[in-house]
């Protein structure tokens, strides 16, 4: 039988062993499949060469329970303000990382912005509206 004292040195230990496995577990499954909420989180932006408005591309997670298309695409631009004149669903993705895959650069020029899928050939262009 142990003493009371190597008890609460056994439980001490199996406390921090549960709490460090927690935070791999979380940390990895937020890294391999996106946040653990649903907000929107900022992807990438791009600006008019005048600098008259800018893009940001968001992704969101929609849901976790859903077997697919899980990860929204939103594309927001910004007059010269800050203020958003225009906000675009672009599409829906499975996985997290799609976007990365699917959506590697965004440009924007004086009328358009293209988000740019060089490797995997898809790009989705927001004419700007006035």
């Known amino acids: 039988m142990l003493s009371r004292r190597a008890n609460q040195k056994v439980l001490f230990l199996t406390v921090v062993v549960v709490t460090i496995i ?27 060469p005048d600098g008259s408005f800018t893009a940001a591309v968001y992704r969101r997670k929609t849901s976790w329970l859903c077997p697919a298309e899980c990860t929204e695409v939103i594309v927001e631009v910004h007059d ?6 225009q906000s675009e669903r672009v599409t829906s993705l499975d996985v997290w990382s799609d976007m990365d895959l699917r959506y590697p650069e965004v440009h924007c020029n004086e009328h358009t912005i293209r988000i740019d899928g060089a490797r ?11």
Do not use: H, M
């Open 80 to 85: 010269g303000q800050g203020n958003v004149v």
């Open 22 to 48: 927690g935070i791999v577990f979380t940390v990895t499954f937020n890294r391999l499949f996106g946040p653990l909420d649903i907000s929107p989180r900022l992807y990438k932006t791009a600006g008019c």
């Open 120 to 130: 995997e050939g898809y790009p989705y262009e927001v004419r700007r509206r006035r």
